[in-house]
């Protein structure tokens, strides 16, 4: 789980961490690049997160679940809508 939090604390840090280090990230896993690809890796660390017999760690499971569950319908959306734009084009 730790290896999991610290891969997404790095996509999604921004300038607080080296855009090397983003870019190799990104390189050898490419889902990680769309919105849909977080979300799923959001949903998966979610669901390890739930899996503990602890209230916290459901809360906070479901909320990285929820959020994962989001981040793919936005991407997926987003999709279609690309999709659309480009054969209207």
Known sequence: GVCFGVIITIIEG???CPTRLQNGIRH???FLEFTWGRGMLYFFVGSLQASNWN???WAVGG???FVGFTAVSVGAITAIKMRRLRLSI
Do not use: T, V
């Open 14 to 16: 921004g300038w607080a």
């Open 28 to 30: 050898y896993a490419k």
């Open 55 to 57: 209230i916290l760690d």
């Open 63 to 65: 909320f990285m679940m």
